[in-house]
């Protein structure tokens, strides 16, 4: 891990301070040149979570021993294996490999992309136009500041805590940028003007690391405190809730109830009516029913009559088939003494005739 490189990190993160705090940060790149410690800062900032991504694997487990965080995750390996995850601010600390800017901003949700390269890995005006040129084909702002490093002394007047911060340009070097720091997004970011970000020397980097540690333990236990705090008002909110109902959930509980009411009486009435009509059917079919039986006797009535008359008839014509019987038994009688009366005739009509 380069010192100097990890002194360098530092003024982007507090200069960009406003769009880092409260933003879920993915971070490329910068567990090998700060060993982790710029998700840190990040954090220290105001960065609500940060996922840190790096292909350095031992880097990263260095990284995850020394920086135990409960909103940093240290991934190792490339950011477009993090799946379908979104973030509200991306961090690239460098250019080593080829990007794909569109990819990346497909990531964010309405937030930015920061954007770290050192003047020399960028390599001239006409890559750093390229750069700008890409970068404006994807992102409707793309802002650039440039920062170098600049050797001051603090004079300070007595007080504690935070004093306001004054420079005098007189001793100034011409302005020659050590890194570009591009700001990219839907809209201007708003940052204008020079920007002093006061650092302690080399041989205090230690003390700032545990000041940054210290630091974070102090914001942990304010945000324990503050949830504390929430989950406590969100108790005597209920209890408050329980002592004290509330009216505008009574009034919708109670007409809630009427309408209830209203539809079992609605219920009720079409019951009844229901039931009147059942009864009405329940009359109109007996009614059917004593009708069938009138019906059905009278039918039987006219079937017995009818099967008397068929008796009858039948008698009837068996007294005629017996007397056309008869009438042709005397007919055939009467057939046969024809005939016997024609044979005497005849054969008293040849006596005749041989006696004459």
């Known amino acids: 891990m380069n010192a100097e490189a990890t002194r360098a990190l530092l003024p982007p993160i507090v200069f960009l301070r406003p769009i880092v705090e409260g933003a879920r940060v993915l971070e490329i790149g910068g567990v090998g040149r700060s060993g982790g410690r710029s998700a840190e800062w990040l954090v220290q900032t105001g960065a609500r979570a940060v996922v840190a991504v790096d292909a350095d694997a031992s880097a990263v487990a260095a990284a995850r021993a020394a920086i135990p965080s409960s909103r940093i995750r240290f991934v190792q390996g490339r950011w477009e294996d993090l799946g379908a995850e979104s973030f509200d601010l991306v961090w690239l600390h460098h250019l080593g490999e080829p990007v794909d800017f569109r990819e990346l901003a497909a990531r964010l949700d309405g937030g930015r992309l920061v954007l770290v390269v050192a003047a020399g890995e960028l390599g001239g005006a006409m890559a750093y136009r390229a750069l700008r040129e890409r970068l404006g084909e994807v992102f409707p702002s793309v802002e650039v500041a440039t920062q170098r490093p600049l050797v001051a002394a603090v004079l300070s007047f007595g007080g504690s805590g935070v004093q306001p911060l004054h420079a005098d340009p007189s001793f100034e070097p011409p302005p020659e940028a050590s890194a570009y720091l591009f700001v990219c ?105 004593e009708s069938w039986q009138s019906s059905r006797a009278e039918i039987l009535a006219s079937l017995r009559l009818s099967r008397f008359r068929a008796e009858q008839a039948q008698r009837n014509a068996e007294g005629v088939f017996d007397a056309v019987a008869e009438r042709e038994r005397l007919v055939e009688t009467w057939r046969q003494r024809a005939l016997a009366a024609e044979r005497r005739a005849e054969e008293l009509e040849r006596r005749r005739t041989r006696e004459t």
């Open 185 to 289: 997004g839907p809209r201007p970011s708003g940052f204008d003007g020079q920007w002093i970000v006061p650092l302690p020397p080399e041989e205090d980097a230690a003390s700032l690391r545990r000041a940054l540690a210290e630091s974070e333990a102090r914001c942990e236990a304010l945000e324990r405190k503050l949830a504390h705090a929430e989950a406590r008002i969100w108790e005597l909110e209920q209890r408050e809730k329980e002592a004290w109902p509330n009216l505008d959930v009574e009034e919708r509980r109670l007409e809630a109830m009427e309408r209830k009411l209203r539809e079992l009486r609605e219920r009720e009435e079409m019951a009844q009516r229901r039931a009147l009509d059942a009864e009405e059917r329940v009359r109109e079919l007996e009614r059917r029913a």
